[in-house]
T-cell receptor, first 114, second 113 residues
Framework: IAGITQAPTSQILAAGRRMTLRCTQD?????MYWYRQDLGLGLRLIHY???????GKGEVPDGYSVSRANTDDFPLTLASAVPSQTSVYFC?????????????FGEGSRLTVL | GENVEQHPSTLSVQEGDSAVIKCTYS??????FPWYKQELGKRPQLIID?????GEKKDQRIAVTLNKTAKHFSLHITETQPEDSAVYFC????????????FGKGTKLSVKP
């Protein structure tokens, strides 16, 4: 059982480049999320999707975009990376909305923007 | 909007002692409060959660208490073990946001053998 898979696990990127972080889940969960984790700041929600075809903005959406063409995939795109986007990015999913319970996280993608 | 404050940021205890981590939230309409544990280099994982219709929930050595009037909730770990060493995050649901969560900044717990 794979659960939720992120790629790449680690990436170094030049500022100004475009980057897409991939996220795939095989649990048929309706809701998916992208968080960034920075030291001392905890987990902050970037974008979310409660069902295929819909997306919403979280706490820190600027500089990021997402799409949800199907249930399984939820890619996160940085159109023009900046050093402040250096972070660990976690994709997560839940069976319905968060009001029903557990978030299942991927292993994380460590992104360094130089 | 919702704000979640978590204290302390670091906590060191001796093996066998108890550990308590506290969180306060600002949105009185929040109704779901999970706690996540993140071991070094790993993904966060849910360890316990509580909903606003109960005041306490227990699972073996872990318990969570909720005080809705004061808008705070706490994680209690008894008989701590070295494998409890991790970063713990509290979170609170955001009303009107289809169930999204605001996380606290985390508590790094170290259990010394």
């Amino acid at each position: 059982i794979a659960g939720i898979t992120q790629a790449p696990t680690s990436q170094i990127l030049a500022a100004g480049r475009r980057m897409t972080l991939r996220c795939t889940q095989d649990m048929r969960h309706n809701a998916m999320y992208w968080y960034r984790q920075d030291l001392g700041l905890g987990l902050r929600l970037i974008h979310y999707s409660n069902t295929a075809g819909t997306t919403g903005k979280g706490e820190v959406p600027d500089g990021y975009s997402v799409s949800r063409a199907n249930t399984d995939d939820f890619p996160l795109t940085l159109a023009s990376a900046v050093p402040s986007q250096t972070s660990v990015y976690f994709c997560a999913s839940s069976p319905q909305g968060l009001s029903t319970g557990e978030l299942f996280f991927g292993e994380g993608s460590r992104l360094t923007v130089l | 909007g919702e704000n979640v404050e978590q204290h302390p940021s670091t906590l060191s205890v001796q093996e066998g002692d108890s550990a308590v981590i506290k969180c306060t939230y600002s949105d009185s309409a929040s109704n779901y409060f999970p706690w996540y544990k993140q071991e070094l280099g790993k993904r966060p994982q849910l360890i316990i959660d509580i909903r606003s219709n109960v005041g306490e929930k227990k699972d073996q050595r872990i318990a969570v208490t909720l005080n809705k009037t004061a808008k705070h909730f706490s994680l209690h770990i008894t008989e701590t073990q070295p494998e409890d060493s991790a970063v713990y995050f509290c979170a609170a649901s955001i009303s009107g946001s289809q169930g999204n969560l605001i996380f606290g900044k985390g508590t790094k717990l170290s259990v010394k053998p």
